[in-house]
């Protein structure tokens, strides 16, 4: 056997390499143990396309100059940092739901509705005085059982998924009317359901929170630095748990000073209850797509499915799951629609909500042709999609070049959120085309 | 490699008892019958070409031993225990894997990834990453793997003559004992032409059987240890790769069944 085995615990010398061919097997294997190697492997995978949440963070970093340097007051004020959160959370939740079939190659387009259905179930059966276990449970049933309808219609039946989910759309929506009863709205009363977008933790709180989740995520990295064998360096895991550090700390200082206005009666403080909550979901279903077998078939069915299917993974049942699993998350995603205007009626998950989603998940990275995405693809494409309107509306009636223009109107919104989209997918289009 | 044979006509080259041994193998499609009475023999640690000419019915006698149709008579014996290779499940439980043109790799999974899909190693309930990682490095390193920079390289980035080599590690993961190889060199170039016959060559000399599925005669009388030529439906010539056997006996044994004195006899050639 070659030099490759002992190579794995002592730190080897690499060669620079010169072209490809000068490079024996494995050569880059034995790297990079050190900080520059690792910047220049990951470098390498940018210029070979796979720009994965880059252009995200850049554009997360370039509305937040634009709007805080045009809105300094309003746009970067603490209560409206809380508030943009929370209005990103629903869209990142139900992004993080249509991520499953978007990495099949596939697509929802009745998630929003889905969304929809388990709100008004969950507020529904609160009203009829259900305990909130109960309520929530039932909830979650019914969003698993619409899931597993869209993947019996799509894996079984045999109907692509664009077309079975159309039918969904006015299908979930009928659903939806009936329980909340045309023009009717349902009024959430439960304080843990309203808490859940909209609460904050007490400061004290908030603290412990950041640091057990910053104390969970440099044990995480420190594990996996022990389990690469040297391949990822140590000052590499230092600068990455350094930032989240100095990160969590910043945002949790500035969440736990008070927020609301000078004249409120009360003052409102602490980490919004949102955060910890979708930290806790990002890391769940990250864990299950990128460290269990359940995962890496969908990566595979996503890139070739007689592929996956000539090595034994039973595909059908694997598409099923997936609208399954779709379908629960974007029920969870109807309870943060919910909690956040404190009732549902006909119009929660309608209209944009579905394609805020989609966009989010690709804004973020994740690729509608399959194969490619990860949960914090939805969290960043979220966060950019909230920022745009968010930003917009705080900008209001300027007057550009001789046209009073109003940036708050929905107009500009929709336009600017079209164009966001449209740049995300070009994006993936032809890094894909790179790629291949 | 060749195994050292001075029998001339083909029959009494002694490699041992043949790891698979297809006997009287009948298959039809409806009315047309494609396998006429196929005795197809592979032998541990030699390459066996299996050649002939589109539709002369290789693909039909390997998805016989693949399991993928059932043949209508015969018997097939591998180990020297009677078979019933009755789907893919079958054949893969006895070792036979079958590496096919299109090489079905997930080009945007890693080479490990690829190796070990549908068979991922888990440590309680989580990806053993570090366990794969080790495994196909050690594959392909015994299969004399020189060109790959890293197992962790996504398939995508990876040129023909890399996927071929994943594809064939891939199938020898595990526990291969007969493994089919369909056209592995058509679509690459002579250098890459060269690393594929090597690793072939590789393949044999660690013990496997390797069925060689190919139209290039200059691959055959390179790699092959033994050539079985098909014509019609039947084995027109089963015969040991010796100098006595050259690129243009072969192509007539592929277009007439018949090269001088050895092949099928003039009544069944039509």
């Known amino acids: 056997m070659s030099s490759t085995e002992s190579g794995a615990d002592v730190a080897p010398v690499v060669e620079p390499p010169v072209g490809g061919q000068a490079l024996t097997d494995f050569a880059l294997d034995e790297g990079p143990a050190d900080l520059k190697g690792a910047m220049r492997a990951s470098f390498d995978r940018i210029r070979g396309g796979e720009l994965g949440s880059i252009p995200a963070v850049l554009a997360i970093i370039v509305l937040v100059a634009i709007f805080g340097l045009t809105r300094p007051d309003s746009f970067l004020s603490k209560l409206n940092f809380a508030n943009f959160l929370e209005q990103a959370s629903s869209i990142i939740v139900i992004a993080m739901a249509v991520t499953f079939v978007l990495l099949l190659g596939e697509i929802d387009l009745a998630a929003g509705y889905t969304a929809g259905v388990a709100g008004a179930v969950l507020a529904t059966r609160l009203q009829a005085d259900w305990p909130l276990i109960p309520a929530a449970g039932m909830s979650m049933l019914v969003a698993l059982a619409l899931g597993v309808f869209t993947g019996f219609m799509v894996a079984k039946v045999g109907i692509p998924s664009f077309v079975v989910t159309l039918a969904n759309v006015l299908l979930f929506q009928g659903i939806l009317l009936l329980l909340v009863r045309e023009g009717g709205s349902v009024r959430i009363q439960s304080e843990a359901v309203n808490d859940l977008v909209g609460g904050a933790l007490s400061p004290g709180l908030s603290w412990l929170v950041s640091a057990i989740g910053v104390g969970l995520f440099a044990l995480s990295q420190v594990r996996r630095q022990r389990e690469s064998h040297g391949a990822i360096p140590m000052s590499l895991v230092w600068l990455r748990v350094g930032f989240a550090v100095v990160l969590v700390g910043v945002i949790t200082f500035v969440l736990n000073q008070n927020r609301a206005f000078a004249n409120a009666p009360a003052p409102i403080k602490g980490m919004p209850i949102v955060i910890p909550v979708l930290a806790v979901m990002v890391v769940v279903l990250s864990f299950v797509l990128s460290r269990t077998a359940y995962g890496r078939h969908l990566y595979a069915v996503g890139g070739n499915a007689e592929a996956a299917r000539r090595a034994g993974i039973n595909v059908q049942r694997l598409r099923l799951s997936a609208f399954a699993v779709t379908g629960v998350i974007a029920g969870i995603g109807g309870w943060f629609l919910a909690s956040r205007v404190n009732s549902v009626d006909a119009n929660t998950g309608a209209n944009d909500t579905l394609l805020l989603a989609v966009g989010a998940a690709v804004i973020g990275g994740t690729s509608l042709f399959g194969g490619r995405g990860r949960m914090v693809n939805a969290v960043l494409g979220g966060l950019v999609l909230a920022l745009i309107p968010n930003g917009l509306g705080l900008v209001g009636k300027t007057t550009l070049l001789g046209y009073d223009i109003d940036f708050s109107s929905s107009g500009v919104k929709f336009i600017a959120s079209g164009v966001a989209l449209l740049a995300a997918s070009s994006v993936d289009a032809l890094s894909r085309k790179r790629t291949t | ?270």
């Open chain 2, 1 to 270: 490699m060749n195994q050292p044979s001075g029998v001339l006509d083909g029959s009494a080259a002694d490699p041992g008892p043949p790891l698979l041994h297809a006997d009287g193998l009948n298959k039809s499609f409806g009315p047309v019958q494609v396998l006429h009475d196929v005795d197809f023999r592979v032998y541990p640690g030699q390459v066996t070409a299996l050649i002939g000419d589109n539709g002369a019915g290789k693909s039909t006698l390997v998805k016989c031993i693949a399991g993928i149709h059932a043949i209508d008579a015969g018997v097939i014996r591998f180990d020297g225990a009677e078979a019933h290779i009755d789907d893919p499940k079958a054949a893969t439980a006895l070792g036979i894997k079958v590496v096919y043109q299109d090489l079905a790799l997930c080009e945007n999974l890693d080479i490990v990834q690829n190796m070990f899909l549908g068979r991922e190693l888990t440590k309680r309930g989580v990806l053993d990453e570090h366990a794969m990682e080790q495994a196909a490095r050690e594959t392909l390193a015994s299969l004399g793997v020189r060109t790959v920079k890293s197992v962790r390289q996504q398939v995508s980035s990876l040129s023909g003559g890399q996927r071929q080599t994943v594809a064939i590690a891939k199938a020898v993961l595990g526990n291969a004992q007969l493994v089919v190889l369909d056209e592995p060199t058509a679509a690459l170039g002579v250098a890459q032409t060269e690393q594929v016959l090597d690793l072939v060559k590789r393949l044999a000399g660690n013990g496997v059987a390797v069925v060689l599925i190919s139209h290039n005669m200059n691959d055959v009388l390179e790699v092959a240890d033994r050539v079985s030529a098909m014509y019609l439906g039947r084995i027109a010539a089963d015969l040991p790769n010796d100098d006595t056997m050259t690129r243009e006996s072969l192509v007539q044994l592929i277009t007439s069944g018949r090269a001088g004195d050895i092949g099928l006899t003039e009544g069944i050639t039509e």
